[in-house]
Each structure stands twice: as C-alpha cells, then as structure tokens.
C-alpha cells in the first residue's frame, strides 16, 4: 500500500480519496475547506496541514480541483519540487488543454511523471469507485498511474500523450451536453403535442433518436431508470459544470 497526497476534496474528489483510503492506502488529504477535510478525515483520510504538508514523503498525488487555474496555482506552488520526484502525478480535474500540457511539460522539465486523468461519472460513481478515467500521458506515466486510477474507477483508459485525457473528455462533454439539452426539448415538445412520455421513451428508445441521455438519464420524473428527476432534480453534476465544459469545447475548437 502507497502513501499518497490527495488535494481537493469536493464533491468528487472527497469519494475519490475515501476509496483510496478504505483500499488501505495512507491517504494524506487537504483541502480550503474545512468542512469538506472534515468529512474526508471521517472517512480514513489523515488531515493535512497543507498542499504541500500532504505531498511530502507521497508516492503518488492525486489533485481534483475546479479548474485550470487552481490546477497550475496548486502544482506551481505546492507540488513541484514539494513532492519527491520518484512520485506519480495525477490531475483528475476537467481542465483545458492547453493548461493540462502546460503543467504536465512543468513537471517533466521538474523530472516528474505526470498525467491528465478527468473523469466521467457524478458523484454516485465517484461514491462507488466507478469513474471512467480518460488519461493523457506517456507510456510509463499511464503505467505507474493505473493502480491508483483502478481503486477509484471501474475503467481506466490511456486516450493518448499529454493532454489527451483532456481533449476526450472535453469532446464527450460536448456530446453529452448536446443530447441533454436535445433529449430536453424532446420531451417538452412531446408533451406539448400531447404525447405520453412513458410512451414516447418506449418509441424512442426503440428508434433512432435512442441515446444516453434518454434511456439512462431520462430528464422526466417516472420514465426510464431512477435519475436526478426521480429525486426531484436533487443536484449532481451542476449546469454551471457543463457550461465550463461546453465552453472548453469551444474554446479548444477554436483553438483546433
Ligand atoms: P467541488 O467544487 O465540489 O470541489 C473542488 C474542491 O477543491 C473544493 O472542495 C475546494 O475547496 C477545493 N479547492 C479549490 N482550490 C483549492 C486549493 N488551492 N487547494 C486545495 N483545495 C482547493 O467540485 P467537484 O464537483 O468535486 O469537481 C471537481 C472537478 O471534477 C472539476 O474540475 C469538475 O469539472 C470535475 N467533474 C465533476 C463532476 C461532478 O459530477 N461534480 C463530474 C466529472 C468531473
């Protein structure tokens, strides 16, 4: 079993680091929040004082964070060169590109192995060691990362070179966010035309307008598998978290 430092314990990132910490790894864990380091230290994480308090002595690093800001501001400061140079780094974040390669070329030149690792799956899947992780990195990068990635989730694909989980993230988001919202207006002007929804999703879902977002995320309460309109719209993935994705979207297709 590994001593890892874990940095950024939310929504995701806290049942990320428990699974960890309940396979028998030492999990030193931080967080801004007092409340969300709480929570993880109740769950088998040891509390760090630090970012960097928690990198110290790890064999692998694990950083799920909001955004690409804190992911460069985090390594720059409290990573590279904080953590010993033998450990594996991992950034689950959904991030840009452009800023993933940027810190991963960072520390390279600082002698680190690093990958990006983002994620598919909520909070349920971060909960139950479910996640798909889509990683970017070399060779030996995504083999020394794989171990710790396989406790948290139930597939670990290597997608390509540096920033590669990223771009396969960003491009299933787009996808994903397309088909929500046209999976949406479906269903609104289904039931405008006077159609029954249960009866629209059992057509549908036998037809060509069949995806995902339909037939395991139904948006109407009472149809198809228990989702989020099952629990009244309880919140997951938040709409603010699929706008940052679509932005990074089209931003790196403006970039492409
Ligand atoms: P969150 O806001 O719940 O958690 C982020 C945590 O990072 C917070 O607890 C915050 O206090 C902490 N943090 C911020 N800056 C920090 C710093 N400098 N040092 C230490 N801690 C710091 O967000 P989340 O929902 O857990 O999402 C995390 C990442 O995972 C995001 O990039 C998001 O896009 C991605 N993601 C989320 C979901 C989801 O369903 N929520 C699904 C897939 C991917």
Redesign the pocket.
């Known amino acids: 079993m590994a001593r890892l430092g874990f940095?950024?314990?939310?929504?995701?990132?806290g049942g990320m680091a428990a699974n960890l910490a309940k396979a028998g790894h030492d999990v030193r864990a931080?967080?801004?929040?007092a409340e969300?380091l709480e929570k993880a230290t109740a769950r088998g994480c040891l509390a760090a004082g630090s970012?960097t308090e928690a990198v110290e002595e790890a064999e692998a690093v694990v950083t799920?964070?909001?955004?690409g800001t804190?992911v460069r501001?985090?390594y720059e400061h409290s990573i590279l060169g904080k953590a010993p140079p033998s450990a594996i780094l991992m950034d689950?974040?959904?991030?840009d590109v452009a800023t993933a390669r940027e810190v991963i070329e960072k520390a390279r030149a600082a002698a680190y192995l690093m990958v990006d690792a983002?994620?598919?799956?909520?909070?349920a899947a971060a909960e139950g060691g479910t996640l798909t992780f889509m990683v970017g990195g070399t060779d030996e990068a995504f083999g020394r990362a794989e171990p710790f990635l396989a406790t948290m989730g139930k597939a670990v694909i290597h997608a390509g070179g540096a920033g590669a989980g990223q771009a396969a993230k960003i491009c299933n988001n787009m996808l994903l966010g397309a088909s929500m919202i046209a999976t949406c207006e479906t269903f609104v002007l289904a039931q405008k035309l006077g159609l029954d929804p249960q009866t629209f999703f059992d057509i549908a879902s036998k037809a060509s307008g069949q995806c995902w977002s339909m037939t395991s995320y139904c948006p109407v309460p009472g149809v198809g598998p228990e989702t989020p309109a099952d629990r009244d719209y309880d919140g997951?993935?938040?709409a603010a978290?699929m706008l940052?994705?679509l932005k990074l979207a089209m931003e790196a297709a403006s970039s492409a």
């Not at 940095?7 to 990132?13: E, F, H």
């Not at 931080?30 to 929040?33: E, P, R």
């Not at 689950?92 to 991030?95: D, E, H, K, L, Y």
């Not at 983002?118 to 909070?123: A, D, N, T």
């Open positions: 940095i950024g314990l939310g929504n995701m990132g931080f967080d801004l929040s969300a970012a799920m964070l909001p955004a804190h501001d985090v689950c974040s959904t991030i983002p994620v598919s799956g909520g909070i997951g993935f938040a978290l940052k994705d």
